[in-house]
């Protein structure tokens, strides 16, 4: 009996009630996911605890929520010891991703729910040129708190802001020169009652910014759940328009921008209104001057800032495509990274990204010298209005005085702040938001797959066509409108009652479920047509007739490229049906009912081996309820009981990213275990017996499909043909139709040609000897090859996992100067020019309105235009010179990352998610591009302004230095601790992220085989993205609300000094103190209470933003490969023989693990063809991850090629001058010319003559085709063709076959190996050997085990000796073959 693992783990109920629960009845209720989103991509399989935390927003009490007081436990936390994952929140019930999702969602049908209206609005005028609206179904949603915020803004705005100056007026009013007509305990109320106002301005203010942030948070949210479940029911055509790449910057770079842009978005109609308002308030002091000055503002905000802003608008949808290709291009990149390092690719890829980014850097340029211009008209509108108002004034023969100037300024200030900066920045954010949503939009309409209704209608006359056996032709309806709606239904729908036909025979039967029809049911299509392409010529399914018996065993058989995969995909609704009928029927006999296809319960094995990162036990349950009894027998016929006992933690051990740690063999029976653990009505197997040596795959062909399996309708894809004689039905599709169809001797007595290529099959069923690619596991035990594979283990008791992923490291305390020095540093160049005039244009202006100024009236009207002159000219030169110096910093940066990590070794990359690294591309790169260098732009430019009014201030008021004094230094310890924790958030809210684009990716992965898992489990993995989201809403709430808090305290901070100021100025007047003096020390000191807190939450933000820096510049520093290149290379022409040696060679994985070669010794002579055989973890792929040096130092001994040490040569020198066929075929998505020869080295004619020797030349029509992701386009055979085409353009001397003809038919083997012999000969070829007929020809036989070489020599030498390794290899799989080995 397989033993069961057991252990406590903490999970988290819908209603957030923490429970224990055995792991083994996990999956007793798909209602309980485990909380902790850190490690791997489906993480509820993880053994992680974490506690979930109520937020203690919940129960502040008033008084706590009016001042923040419920965020000082996290300060608290975050001073002390810093923050960790376990210190994160549960967001607020209405912040949650599942009810967010929910309102939003087109899941359901449901009249509640906005984004099905907008479907609906669009299935009602189908002519219609109106596409569904994200932006009016968000809005319909969010209008009740999104006005009434914006009522809170009118209060702010046209209320308070604006009767600040006129207290400040009257304040000012008192220092008028000669008898005080002002007593002075009515102006120290009036000072008492500028304080009650500005306390009232940033109570409303802050609470105000918290809850619009956390708004626009939610609307992210909202649209990040839709676009995931959007994502589980795309269309496999349109996938390759929803790669990896762009839906993780939809979920990172786009959504983004609806965090901030409801903050400014109310302006866009108050503006108005308020400057309505001020200009009456300031007419009132200036009369028709005020004309000219609000003309001014409106000439520089509406035209100019305008223009600057739409044309923002359209650089950021121009960057968010160069961004989408570049990240798209890197997700293709770290998926099939072992494949670029054996090619040697590091170099073209390094091109074309340097290309894309180049492209990309320069848009973002455009837009950062945009935003300097933006910046810098922001200052100098104020500046500017200002001006033009007094001067207007003082030409018009008016005198200045302080009562006019300065509350008049601090009015113009505050329209400026409106229409200036405030403003603009509404119409930019909502131009980009809007991008955004269009783009997002154009996703949520992708292609989505069809639910089929058995339904017949009526064939037009002229469109009825007979097929051979008088079956009429029907065309199939296609739901277009259900949208797999019965996906996630609970319930099993009832069978829908049909009419009994003449042909079928079928029987009425009323109200049976889908409960009592199981295990029988049966299929037939009917002269089907379907095209993964619309239009497409041949269809990739023509005229496809065929019928399959409830209870059947049928097989699927046909060339490479004939529509095998593509018949199932039919069968699973991921292919529509153009035409014919497709029908599934229950009972047997006359006694049928034709059924829906959604109320059948399907299980699915694809043909590439999909596995997620959890445990080994969780990727076969997926989501499914833990019966030990059948787990047991299904890991049995599965033949994994061998593989949990090489394991040191059993059917625990963690699979890693895409399976990493396990062997191609063991992913496959993994993979085909998770379908057969599901009861299911039907079973579609995709090729599942490839992937498995011989003696298993007959195991698993005998004890699983035919014994496990049996009572079940099956339907298998196998290139297997020796087991055709055991089938019930054998279907032979040849160009998608249906050639032959029957039982293996009706198509025998049927004599037509296509048995003689089944015979010819059938030839070599007992030739199948030898076991599959499974060495690739980093660390398992020695095993005997007399060992039974089915024998019963007792795995080790630990839960400790075999080999997890790597944790991703969080940098603790504040931020060293050293990242700052780096960026910098990258960027070329540190420029520190500062404008500090505007501290000369004040003190002039206070000179010029006190009575007894240094200035007359024309001189300072002079000096003042020069000096606003001079502060156009270097603000428009310190933001662009900033800028440059920033987008420097970044292209060389980004740079400096992807070199590292192409020279990264392969450890690296089987440890790290590839969520984790594309989330520093994503994320990180585009807060580092656009983010950053605007925040900081601006920080230092308050920066000054701030210490130019303490110098003001001080200056009128010497006792002031020591206030200055006291709040420089509560500023600054307020701010150490708060960057601390805001670090320390920050830092969390980006790891927070990873595992989303880890979900996310993987889900895309295993799209199909998701969708076939049923509706459960699709509910299963929406609530765990759902659940990762609010892990990552957590800390985003966390980051914005300690933001808030940071700023409340620091705008207290400037009114405590701005009250200190004032009741100063009064109390200590002597009656010689300046109205001019007084009037700039209040107006200076207003400015700093908003001022102060948005400049040092501004220097917050460049801390937080710093941190992605941060992260990025720690891939610049990880572990590397090498060296690539040496002072003294090969001769172009090495190697010329194709000697190899292998002396005392020893390699392990890592320093902590086990070596996988142990003294490997060996001499292959020049053109010598070896065949290396061996069970599960010999060390066959491990001995060919030495000869292309993949682990680094792990590397011990010496490797000789053609006399030369590989040690001493560098990669880019070695693995060029070695071919490699590998297991899995990588193509990307570029053209076929740049999949055959990325670096241009060979001429049209020899790219076209080597896709002829495979056979390819009539399959393309040009060699600039494009390829998409992962070489969808083409079929598993036709991929590891090019792979051979790419071996022949070589055309080393060396050549590897990595069990290149595991997953193909045997015609295509046979081209393979024709190949290989014909443009090979005189070359050195190592075959990790799939089939013995392909070795047993060789010139010699590698025999591994162990890591150790057992037997070595010519096969017909090691078959002479009957106690042999290699002979008990051959006994224990054909009788036959080892008396005929030739």
């Not at 939003?104 to 002519?127: A, C, D, G, Q």
């Not at 498995?692 to 005998?702: K, T």
Request: charged share 20%.
């Amino acid at each position: 009996m397989l033993p069961t693992y057991t252990h406590d783990i903490l999970l988290l109920s819908p209603n957030k009630i923490c429970v224990k629960y055995d792991f083994t009845k996990l999956y007793s209720s798909s209602q309980f996911v485990i909380v902790d989103m850190t490690a791997g991509e489906f993480s509820n399989m993880d053994k992680k605890e974490k506690r979930g935390r109520r937020n203690p927003k919940e129960t502040a009490n008033f008084l706590s929520w009016l001042c923040f007081g419920w965020t000082l436990p996290i300060f608290s936390k975050g001073v002390k010891r810093g923050l960790q994952i376990s210190d994160l929140y549960d967001p607020l019930k209405a912040n949650r991703s599942v009810g967010l999702g929910d309102r939003l969602e087109i899941f359901f049908v449901s009249p509640t729910r906005e984004w099905n209206k907008e479907l609906t609005k669009m299935e009602k005028h189908p002519n219609s040129k109106r596409q569904p609206s994200l932006a009016w179904a968000l809005f319909r949603m969010f209008w009740v708190p999104f006005m009434l915020q914006g009522v809170l803004f009118v209060v702010l705005l046209l209320g308070l802001k604006i009767f600040e100056p006129i207290c400040q007026r009257w304040i000012i009013s008192y220092f008028d020169s000669g008898e005080k007509l002002m007593p002075q305990n009515e102006a120290l109320l009036y000072v008492l009652t500028l304080t009650f106002l500005t306390l009232g301005i940033i109570f409303i203010d802050h609470h105000n910014t918290l809850r619009t942030q956390e708004l626009g948070m939610c609307i992210r949210v909202a649209c990040c759940s839709m676009i995931y479940r959007k994502l589980l029911r795309l269309h496999l055509t349109t996938v390759k328009n929803a790669a990896a790449g762009k839906v993780a910057n939809l979920i990172s770079n786009d959504v983004a921008r609806f965090d901030d842009v409801l903050n400014y978005l109310h302006l866009v109609w108050i503006m108005p209104l308020q400057t309505i308002l001020i200009a009456y308030v300031i007419w009132q002091s200036v009369g028709i001057a005020t004309l000219a000055g609000v003309a001014a503002m409106i000439i520089q905000t509406l035209p100019v800032q305008s223009y600057l802003t739409h044309i923002s608008a359209k650089l950021r949808s121009k960057i968010a495509d160069r961004t989408d290709e570049r990240v798209q291009i890197m997700s293709e990149m770290i998926s099939g990274i072992q494949v670029v390092k054996m090619y040697a690719w590091e170099k073209p890829f390094e091109l074309i990204v340097s290309r894309v980014r180049k492209l990309e850097i320069k848009l973002i340029a455009h837009s950062s010298y945009l935003r300097a211009a933006l910046v810098g008209m922001i200052e100098l509108t104020g500046r500017g209005t200002n001006y033009v108002t007094m001067i207007t004034f003082v030409l018009m023969g008016h005198l200045l005085t302080a009562e006019i100037v300065f509350p008049v300024a601090t009015l113009l200030n505050t329209l400026r702040v409106t229409c200036a900066a405030e403003l603009p920045t509404a119409v930019t954010s909502a131009g980009e938001a809007a991008v955004s949503l269009r783009r997002i939009t154009e996703f949520l309409l992708l292609d989505e797959v069809k639910g089929m209704e058995c339904v017949e209608r009526p064939v037009p006359e002229g469109l009825v066509k007979n097929n051979a056996n008088n079956v009429t032709n029907v065309i199939l309806k296609n739901e277009a409108d259900v949208e797999m709606k019965s996906l996630l239904q609970n319930e099993r729908k009832s069978v829908v009652k049909i009419e009994q036909t003449e042909d079928s025979g079928t029987e009425i039967v009323k109200n049976r479920t889908g409960d009592e029809l199981r295990h029988e049911i049966g299929v037939e299509l009917v002269n089907v047509a379907a095209n993964w392409i619309s239009d497409q010529l041949p269809p990739t399914l023509c005229e496809v007739s065929l019928k399959i018996k409830s209870k059947s065993l049928s097989v699927v058989a046909g060339p490479v490229g004939s529509g095998k995969s593509s018949l199932l995909h039919l069968l699973l609704g991921e292919l529509s049906v153009g035409a014919g009928r497709v029908s599934f029927s229950s009972g047997s006999g006359s006694k049928k009912t034709r059924i829906n296809s959604r109320d059948i319960r399907i299980s699915y094995t694809s043909q590439v081996p999909w596995l997620f990162s959890a445990s080994i036990r969780d990727n076969i349950l997926f989501g499914q309820p833990y019966d030990e009894k059948r787990y047991q027998e299904v890991t049995r016929v599965c033949a994994l009981v061998k593989d949990f006992e090489q394991l040191p933690q059993g059917d625990l051990s963690f699979v890693g990213e895409r399976g990493a740690s396990l062997s191609g063999g063991q992913k496959a029976r993994v993979n085909l275990a998770r379908a057969v653990y599901k009861d299911a009505d039907l079973y579609l197997l995709d090729d599942p017996l490839s992937a498995v040596d011989a003696h298993v795959g007959r195991h698993l062909f005998e004890k699983c499909l035919k014994g496990f399996l049996n009572g079940k309708t099956r339907l298998l894809v196998t290139h297997q043909l020796q087991f055709l004689q055991h089938v019930d039905n054998i279907i032979f599709i040849d160009r998608g139709t249906v050639v032959l169809q029957g039982t293996y001797d009706e198509i025998a007595d049927a004599g037509l040609h296509v048995l003689d290529f089944l015979k010819t099959e059938k030839t070599d069923e007992n030739e199948e000897a030898q076991d599959r690619h499974e060495d690739n596991i980093t660390e398992k035990t020695t095993h005997t090859a007399a060992t039974d594979i089915f024998e019963p283990i007792e795995p080790s008791e630990s839960i400790e996992e075999s080999e997890k992923l790597s944790d991703e490291k969080v940098a603790t305390g504040i931020i060293s100067t050293g990242i700052y020095k780096s960026y910098f540093l990258a960027g070329g160049n540190i420029y520190r020019l500062q404008s500090n005039d505007s501290i000369a244009n004040e003190e002039a202006k206070s000179n010029w309105f006190n009575e007894d100024g240094l200035l007359r009236t024309d001189v300072a009207i002079q000096v003042c235009t020069a000096l606003f002159i001079a502060s156009i000219f270097f603000l428009m030169l310190r933001g662009f010179l900033f800028m440059r110096t920033c987008m420097n910093a970044s292209c060389n940066i980004h740079n400096s990352m992807f070199s590292n990590l192409l020279c990264a070794p392969m450890r690296f990359f089987n440890t790290n998610p590839a969520g984790r690294i594309l989330n520093r591309f994503s994320k990180d790169v585009g807060a580092m591009d656009e983010f950053l260098p605007k925040a900081m732009l601006e920080a230092l430019q308050i920066f000054f302004a701030i210490i130019g009014i303490f110098c003001i201030v001080i200056f009128f008021i010497p006792l002031a230095i020591v206030p200055v004094i006291i709040i420089s230094g509560v500023l600054y310890l307020v701010t150490i601790t708060t960057l601390k924790t805001a670090q320390s958030i920050k830092r969390l809210e980006g790891i927070a992220k990873s595992p989303v684009f880890s979900h996310v990716g993987s889900t895309l992965d295993g799209l199909t085989t998701v969708r076939s898992s049923g509706a459960k489990i699709i509910d299963m993995l929406r609530q765990e993205f759902d659940l990762r989201q609010d892990l990552h809403t957590g800390a985003w709430y966390m980051t914005i609300a300690t933001s808030t808090a940071f700023g409340f305290a620091l705008d207290m901070l400037a009114c405590f000094f701005t009250s200190f100021v004032c009741f100063s100025l009064i109390l200590l007047d002597d009656g010689n103190f300046l109205s001019g003096s007084a009037g700039l020390v209040i107006t200076q000191c207003l400015l700093m209470t908003s001022t102060l807190q948005f400049g040092v939450k501004k220097f917050a933000m460049v801390v937080s933003q710093m941190t992605s820096v941060e992260r990025i510049l720690h891939y610049t520093d990880l572990p590397k490969e090498g060296p690539f290149i040496t002072d003294k290379p090969p001769p172009s022409t090495w190697p010329s023989k194709g000697d190899l040696v292998f002396n005392r060679v020893s390699m392990r994985y890592a320093d902590d693990k086990p070596p996988v070669l142990k003294d490997v010794s060996m001499n292959i002579k020049p053109g010598w063809k070896v065949g290396i055989v061996g069970r599960t973890g010999a060390g066959k792929s491990s001995l060919i991850s030495a000869l292309f040096r993949l682990t680094g130092d792990g590397l011990e001994g010496d490797i000789f090629l053609d006399g030369i040490d590989t040690k001493t040569i560098g990669l880019q020198e070695l693995r060029p001058r070695i071919s490699i066929i590998p297991q899995e075929p990588i193509l990307f998505s570029a053209s076929l010319r740049y999949n055959l020869d990325p670096f241009d080295e060979y001429s049209d004619s020899e790219l076209w003559d080597s896709l002829r020797e495979v056979e390819l030349g009539d399959s393309v029509s040009s060699l600039d085709f494009q390829v998409d992701e992962g070489g969808a386009n083409f079929s598993v055979g036709q991929r590891q063709l090019i792979c051979l085409a790419r071996a022949i353009l070589r055309n080393n001397r060396l050549l590897v076959l990595d069990e290149a003809t595991a997953n193909i038919d045997r015609s295509t083997d046979a081209l393979i190996q024709s190949t290989v012999r014909r443009r090979f000969s005189d070359c050195t070829v190592l075959t990790i050997a799939h089939r013995l007929n392909t070795v047993m020809d060789n010139d010699r036989v590698l025999v591994m085990d162990g890591g150790c070489i057992v037997e070595f020599g010519p096969p017909n030498l090691l078959l002479e000796n009957p106690n042999g390794v290699f002979t008990q290899m051959l006994k224990q799989t054909s009788k036959r073959t080892s008396e005929n080995p030739s």
